[in-house]
């Protein structure tokens, strides 16, 4: 009986630093992105209100990884692409991912 209430809650204090852990989702643990690649012309757009957002990138499990840029249209009229962006809590850096915003 001892056992298992004492393996149960072993368990229960792994899963919540595991959790806690996760809790930080955002945050890696590797300095800020490389500079942005520098590519040839982005093309014309597929359509009328159209907007290019550019190509950046993000942190993977390993390391930074690019994402190309890509066409897309604001999901409501006005709207415009905020890039997504390293800030720092302290020294520790964290990303937040791009989002469309009302002008």
Known sequence: ML???LAQLTLLIGLTGA????GGAHYYGYGPPPAP?????VGYAPG???????GF???????YVWTGGRWAR???RGGYWVPGRTYYRGNRP???EGYWRRH
Do not use: E, F, H, M
């Open 3 to 5: 056992s298992t209430k």
């Open 19 to 22: 959790l806690g852990a996760c």
């Open 37 to 41: 690649r520098v590519v040839g012309a």
């Open 48 to 54: 009328p209100g159209y907007v290019w957002i550019d």
């Open 57 to 63: 990138y993000r942190p993977g499990p390993s390391g």
């Open 74 to 76: 604001p999901p409501y």
């Open 94 to 96: 964290y990303w937040r």
